[in-house]
């Protein structure tokens, strides 16, 4: 069937419509003309495929692998496509025209400082689109130059050990850190690895050099453990903590309350700009790390809470002026809106990975916070996310 690619869909796929039934085609380009085969038939939408073999320059397996949904369009494309998605869910959620949005661009390729791979006998890679198929990759040219280089030792490895299942590599500043699993000799792995890594670990195991490899972020250190979370894109995050940095220093903060702060990198870079900040983080090992980061740093003006956001924030004492929020995909809870309307604190800055829970956030937020400005940072280049980050003020109240 050829069809007409008439918009995008926030997730980066084509929409063609056929007989007023709409129909998303992943990897195709607004205004193209293409022949698709239908792969999924539902009431009100289909999904369909294109037929013909799509080729991007930097990578062999653009076509069938999940990792990358944007890539055939050229960088301006992706960048307007992203301002554009963004515009699109506000102006369908909330009550916000965003005409004049920024987009801060990174660049294109070789970014990614941590990648997941799964293997299968003496086959690494990625899975297909929508489904647990290995697709065997060579060379991914999202991943910094390290990681590339140990891709390649891992391929040659496993063309004899064939009893790994999965290969985690984060490569920071110049380290690597090798996490495997599976059920291959622990000393061929040692032998085969210990030279080239930093620190190695097998189904747990600590079996080679340092437990953990540090970051430079700002000018602030940053411990990564081998289970931490740390974003994948150093210039990317450096973008939107440096947003978030600005924005703490005009708005002449007090106490600051940094709510969902992983290891607590934006507690920890805003603390030289206001008299105290809070974190409070539910996993146990990030707030022990962002302890021991506060340590690492010298800062003393610093305090991390473990527990669901919504129930420590109840429990503390203190009166905020400032909330960050950086909330997972799935947004804020109902019961953190609810205080957040109560609380009535002066701003909040919200950094979000999910534009359709930001705008549904500042949507039930809105009676008492105004959104006073909005920028885009492009840390996921050739795939469809973004980050954002916004300023809500206290409205005044006649
Ligand atoms: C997007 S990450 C942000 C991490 C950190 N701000 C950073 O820049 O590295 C979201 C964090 O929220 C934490 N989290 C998720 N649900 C939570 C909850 N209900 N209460 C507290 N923390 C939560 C996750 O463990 C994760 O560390």
Redesign the pocket.
């Known amino acids: 069937m050829l069809v007409k690619i008439i918009d995008y869909d926030h997730l980066g796929r084509g929409i063609a419509k056929v007989e007023n039934k709409v129909i998303f085609i992943s990897k195709v380009k607004m205004g193209e003309e293409v022949s698709i085969d239908i792969v999924k038939d539902k009431k009100r939408y289909s999904i369909g495929k294109r037929c013909d073999t799509l080729k991007v320059k930097y990578c062999p397996y653009y076509q069938t692998c999940g990792g990358c949904q944007i890539g055939h369009l050229n960088y301006d494309e992706q960048l307007e496509f992203k301002k554009n998605a963004v515009k699109n869910i506000f102006s369908k959620y909330t009550n916000y025209n965003l005409d004049s949005l920024e987009i801060i661009s990174t660049k294109c390729y070789n970014y990614r400082n941590k990648v997941t791979f799964h293997i299968k006998g003496d086959k690494l890679g990625y899975y297909e689109e929508e489904t647990n198929n290995l697709i065997p990759i060579d060379k991914c040219n999202l991943l910094d130059s390290d990681i590339i280089t140990l891709t390649a030792s891992l391929n040659s490895f496993i063309k004899v050990h064939k009893k790994l299942t999965k290969a985690i590599i984060k490569s920071l500043d110049g380290r690597l850190m090798l996490i495997l699993e599976g059920r291959e000799d622990k000393e061929s792995i040692k032998d085969f690895f210990s030279s080239t890594v930093s620190s190695l670990y097998y189904n747990n195991e600590l079996i080679s050099g340092v437990s953990s490899l540090t970051i430079d972020v700002l000018s602030k250190k940053f411990m990564v453990r081998k289970d931490s ?3 994948v894109n150093k210039e990317g ?1 450096s973008l939107i ?1 440096k947003e978030v940095i600005n924005l703490v220093k005009e708005l002449d903060c007090n106490i600051i309350y ?6 607590g ?2 507690s920890l870079l805003v603390s030289d700009y206001a008299k105290k900040v809070i974190g ?4 146990e090992d ?1 707030v022990r790390d962002a302890k021991s980061n506060a340590k690492l740093n010298n800062i003393t003006n610093t305090e991390f809470y473990l ?4 129930k ?1 924030i109840k429990r503390l004492d203190y009166t905020p002026d400032t909330i960050i929020l ?3 995909r799935s947004g804020l ?1 109902k019961d953190l809106i609810e205080f957040l309307l109560s609380l009535k604190v002066k701003n909040i800055i919200y ?1 979000s ?1 999910n534009p359709l829970t930001l705008a549904r956030d500042i949507n039930l937020l809105d009676n008492e916070y105004e959104l006073k400005s909005i920028k885009l940072v492009d840390e996921f280049p050739n795939t469809y996310h973004l980050e954002s980050i916004a300023l809500l003020k206290l409205r005044k109240k006649k």
């Open positions: 979370f740390f974003q995050i903590y940094d709510l969902y702060c992983g290891t990198t934006i409070i983080e539910v996993v990030a527990g669901d956001v919504s420590v950086d909330p997972p809870s950094v990975c």
